[in-house]
């Protein structure tokens, strides 16, 4: 059965940049009908999508974030990563990975709270 | 990409029936076929409920269903279930950036 966990720190400091790692266990991320992406979710708000990525490397990102995001994958290690730069308040949220077929995320891992604080 | 405009709330009785709009614009909703409506327990991750604006991945209930009409895609919830009482957020593929996608502001339905 395919799970997706995040994992990464739960606070990070005002201007710094935010790490998150996304393990695959239960299918290989090297598959080539899907894409694998991020999503994220402030506290009481919405769903935004951050971006996905492909095992080739091939990356596609929300406009509104492109300048801060970077995704990238490690198929040795079944693991794709999130890097967001000089983050603000504004970026605490419950972040999600999740598999993509075509534009549809499923299944999702259990989301982790970053929380964004000096 | 601005999101998808959803109702914020909205109930329902047991075993009524309820209808979620999500209207975009010819951009997302209304000029693809890529509609997708996400069921949200409080503190769990969203799960797939419709995809391609009418299909139900394996395993949800057929008391889901999806349609669209123009720039509104609608999720209709039957014989609504205690179990139902959850946000609803619908998403739409977006032509304004490459395998974009842009999500509603989501509906909480309250089973009243």
């Known amino acids: 059965q395919l799970q997706l966990q995040e994992s990464g720190p739960g606070l990070v400091k005002p201007s710094e940049t935010l790490s998150l790692t996304c393990t695959v266990s239960?299918?290989?991320?090297?598959?080539?009908?899907?894409?694998w992406g991020w999503i994220r979710q402030p506290p009481g708000k919405g769903l935004e999508w951050i971006g996905s990525?492909?095992?080739?490397?091939?990356?596609y990102y929300n406009p509104s974030l492109k300048s801060r995001v970077t995704i990238s994958v490690d198929t040795s290690k079944n693991q794709f990563s999130l890097k967001l730069s000089s983050v603000t308040a504004a970026d605490t949220a419950v972040y999600y990975c999740?598999?993509?077929?075509?534009?549809?995320?499923?299944?999702w891992g259990q989301g982790t709270l970053v929380t964004v604080s000096s | 990409q601005s999101a998808l405009t959803q109702p914020a709330s909205m109930s329902g009785s047991p075993g009524q029936s309820i209808t979620i709009s999500c209207t975009g614009t010819s951009s997302d909703v209304g000029g693809y076929n890529y509609v997708s409506w996400y069921q949200q327990h409080p503190g769990k991750a969203p799960k797939l409920m419709i995809y391609?604006?009418?299909n139900r991945p394996s395993g949800v209930s057929d008391r889901f269903s999806g349609s669209k009409s123009g720039n509104t895609a609608s999720l209709t919830i039957s014989g609504l279930q205690a179990e139902d009482e959850a946000d609803y957020y619908c998403?739409?593929?977006?032509?304004?950036?490459?395998?974009?996608?842009?999500f509603g502001g989501g509906t909480k339905l309250t089973v009243l």
């Open positions: 998403s739409s593929y977006t032509s304004t950036s490459t395998l974009g996608v842009v």
């Open positions: 391609d604006v009418t």
């Open positions: 990525i492909y095992y080739s490397g091939s990356t």
């Open positions: 999740a598999r993509i077929l075509a534009v549809n995320f499923d299944p």
């Open positions: 239960g299918d290989s991320i090297s598959s080539t009908n899907y894409y």
